[in-house]
C-alpha cells in the first residue's frame, strides 16, 4: 500500500521571496496550513478505522516486535516483585537475624517489630520518591532511557545490601532501591500502552500483573533453597541474585524503540514513524500505514493540548483531567482497600490449623503461581467479550461476599477453631485467585487507558502514590486487627474489609468507565463531553467532525468510529 507522508509544518523561509509578495505569502501560509492539517485528520481517521478494525490475531502479527519490547521492559517488575519479597520474607530466617538481630531472654535472635517496619516502610518512601522523579524524567529523557539508567542505579544499590553489616545499611539499601522501583511501576504501564493497538492495549499492560507474581514466585523458591543453610549465605546469597536482573535487561533495553507517542508529543514526528517501524512487521500486514498511524497520533496530540493548559503535576487537578486523575487513583486504591493485605495472611492462619511453616511457604508458592495464572485467565475473559469496567465491577462482587464468607467462620465455636482457620486459608487462596483475575489485573488496562497521552505519566504516578500510601495504612492496620495480643478480631476483620470493598462496588459502578475498544483521542472526547461512566460503552464518538460538531452521543448502537471491542470479538 502507498505510503501517505505525514505533512510537515509549513515553513515561510522556503519560499522564493523575489517572486511572491507578503500579502501573497501570507495566504498561502494559510491555505497551505489548511490543506496539512486536512491531510493529517484524513489519515488519522483512516488509522482510527484500521484500529477499529484490527482483530486480536492481526495485531499479533502486525505488532510481533512491540509485543517483544514490551515484555522486556515489563521484565523490570518481576525484577522488583523477586527484590521486594526477598526482602520482606528475610525476617524469618535465623541467620539473618543473628547477624542484625538482638538477644532474646530465649536465647533467640530477633529484630524488633520497629526496625522490621522501618524497612519494610523505607522502601516505600523510596517508591514514593522514584514515583514524584519519574514524572519529570520520563518526559525530559524518554521511556527508554530512564528504564536504563534506573536499572544501572539498581546494581549500584544492590551492593549495599549484599555488603551491609547493620539494619541501618539495610535501610538506606531499601530507600535507594525503592527509587527506581517507583519508576519501574508507572513506566513499564505507560510504554506498554503506547507502542500497541487497541487490539493488544488491554494484554500488554495486564502482563505487567503478571510479571509481578513471576518474581515473588522465584523469591519464595529461593528462600525456600536457603532455608538449611546455616551460615550467613544464607541470606547472602538471596541478595547477591539480584544483580542477575538488571545487567541483561539493561544491555537489551538499551537496543529498544523509544514510545512514538513521546516522540510526537515532543514534536519528534519523523523518528515516531521510525520507531513505529521498528514496532511493526510490514509484511505481516499489507493495509498497515505507518504514516496514518503517526498522523493520529499528531492528531490526537493536538487534541489534548487543546483541551489541557498544561502537562504539570498541577494540571492533573484541573478542567476534565481532574475526573481523570481521581478515576486512576481510585482503581489503585481499590487494589488495597478491597481486601487485598488480608488475603496475604493465608499463610498465617493455615499456620493456626497446624501447617508446618515449610507447607506454609508452599503454599504461599501457589498462591504467586495463581497469581501469574489469573492474569491469562482475564486474558480469556477479556477475549470472550468482557470489559474492563465489567471485570473489575463483578470481580469486587465476588471478593465483597468471599470476605463476608471468611467474616462469619469466626462464629465458628472454638473447639472447631482449626478447621475454621484451615477454611479462611483456603478461602483466602481462592480470594486470591479472584482477584488476579479481575480487579489486580484489570487494573493496569484501566490505568493506562484512562490517563490523558500528555498527562498519563504524571497522572499514573498520583495514582501509584496513592497506592502506596493507602498499602502502608493497611499493612499498619491489618496486623493489628489479627493479632492476638492487639486487637484480636481474627476472622473478624474479614467484616471490615467487606464493608471497605462494599464502598468500593458503590464507587464503581457510578464512576468507572469503560474504556475497551477505544482510541485514546475518543476517551478524550468522552471525557470532554462529561459522558457518565455507565454510558461510556455504548456512547457514539466522532473525533473528526469539525470544532464545534465533536463530541459523544450516548445513544443505544455504538457508533462507527467507537465502541469497537478488543481484537477477535468486534
Not at 16 to 36: C, G, I, L, N, Y
Not at 445 to 463: F, H, M, N, P, Y
Not at 512 to 533: I, S
Request: proline residues 4%; hydrophobic residues 45%.
Amino acid at each position: 500500500m502507498a505510503q501517505h507522508p505525514v505533512p510537515e509544518a509549513y515553513a515561510p523561509g522556503d519560499m522564493d521571496k523575489k517572486h511572491v509578495s507578503p500579502h501573497r505569502t501570507s495566504s498561502v501560509e494559510a491555505a497551505t496550513h489548511a490543506e496539512t492539517n486536512e491531510q493529517t485528520t484524513m489519515n488519522a481517521k483512516s488509522a482510527s478505522d484500521k484500529e477499529h478494525s484490527m482483530t486480536l490475531m492481526q495485531g499479533v502479527r502486525l505488532y510481533p516486535k512491540a509485543i517483544a519490547w514490551s515484555l522486556l521492559i515489563s521484565t523490570c517488575i518481576a525484577m522488583e516483585g523477586f527484590d521486594l519479597a526477598l526482602v520482606n520474607n528475610l525476617y524469618g530466617f535465623p541467620q539473618w537475624n543473628q547477624k542484625f538481630g538482638t538477644l532474646q531472654p530465649d536465647g533467640s535472635f530477633s529484630v524488633s517489630a520497629a526496625w522490621q517496619s522501618g524497612l519494610s516502610n523505607g522502601a516505600n518512601v523510596g517508591e514514593i520518591i522514584g514515583l514524584i522523579l519519574n514524572g519529570f524524567v520520563s518526559e525530559r529523557f524518554g521511556y527508554k532511557w530512564t528504564v536504563v539508567g534506573c536499572l544501572t542505579l539498581i546494581m549500584g544499590f544492590t551492593a549495599i545490601f549484599f555488603t551491609a553489616n547493620s539494619l541501618a545499611q539495610l535501610l538506606v539499601a531499601e530507600i535507594l532501591c525503592g527509587i527506581p522501583w517507583g519508576v519501574f511501576q508507572t513506566l513499564t504501564i505507560s510504554y506498554a500502552s503506547e507502542v500497541c493497538p487497541v487490539a493488544l492495549r488491554g494484554y500488554l499492560t495486564t502482563y505487567v500483573n503478571f510479571c509481578w507474581g513471576l518474581g515473588q514466585l522465584i523469591a519464595i523458591g529461593v528462600i525456600k533453597a536457603m532455608l538449611n543453610r546455616n551460615d550467613h549465605w544464607a541470606y547472602r546469597i538471596p541478595y547477591a541474585l539480584q544483580w542477575m536482573w538488571p545487567v541483561p535487561l539493561a544491555v537489551g533495553i538499551a537496543f529498544a524503540p523509544e514510545s512514538p507517542w513521546w516522540l510526537v508529543r515532543k514534536g519528534r514526528v519523523v523518528e515516531a514513524k521510525k520507531a513505529l517501524l521498528r514496532l511493526t512487521s510490514l509484511n505481516r500486514e499489507t493495509d498497515f500505514d505507518a504514516d496514518e498511524t503517526v498522523s493520529m497520533m499528531v492528531h490526537t496530540t493536538r487534541l489534548e493540548e487543546k483541551l489541557t493548559s498544561g502537562a504539570s503535576y498541577l494540571d492533573c487537578l484541573k478542567g476534565v483531567d481532574l475526573r481523570r486523575t481521581e478515576i486512576v487513583c481510585m482503581v489503585w486504591a481499590m487494589q488495597n482497600l478491597s481486601g487485598n493485605s488480608f488475603s496475604n495472611y493465608s499463610t498465617y492462619f493455615l499456620q493456626q490449623a497446624g501447617l508446618d511453616p515449610s507447607t506454609s511457604y508452599s503454599f504461599a508458592m501457589g498462591q504467586y503461581a495463581i497469581n501469574m495464572v489469573g492474569v491469562f485467565g482475564a486474558w480469556g475473559l477479556m477475549s470472550a467479550g468482557l470489559g474492563r469496567r465489567t471485570l473489575f465491577l463483578y470481580g469486587l462482587c465476588g471478593l465483597c461476599l468471599m470476605l463476608f464468607i471468611m467474616g462469619f467462620l469466626g462464629l465458628v465455636p472454638a473447639t472447631h477453631r482449626d478447621q475454621s482457620a484451615l477454611a479462611t486459608g483456603s478461602i483466602m487462596i481462592v480470594w486470591a485467585a479472584v482477584y488476579q483475575l479481575t480487579v489486580g489485573t484489570v487494573a493496569y488496562s484501566l490505568v493506562a487507558e484512562l490517563s490523558t497521552r500528555r498527562l498519563q505519566i504524571k497522572t499514573v504516578v498520583l495514582g501509584r502514590g496513592l497506592y502506596v500510601v493507602v498499602g502502608i495504612v493497611c499493612s499498619v492496620l491489618t496486623p493489628y486487627m489479627i493479632n492476638p495480643t492487639a486487637w484480636n478480631w481474627g476472622n473478624y476483620t474479614g467484616f471490615f474489609w467487606a464493608a471497605s470493598c462494599a464502598g468500593c462496588i458503590v464507587y464503581s459502578y457510578f464512576r468507572l468507565p469503560e474504556p475497551r475498544g477505544r482510541t485514546f483521542a475518543e476517551l478524550d472526547v468522552l471525557f470532554e463531553q462529561k459522558v457518565p461512566a455507565r454510558k461510556f460503552a455504548k456512547a457514539s464518538v466522532d473525533v473528526f467532525a469539525g470544532e464545534g460538531e465533536r463530541g459523544a452521543s450516548t445513544g443505544s448502537e455504538y457508533g462507527t468510529t467507537g465502541g469497537g471491542k478488543d481484537g477477535g470479538v468486534r
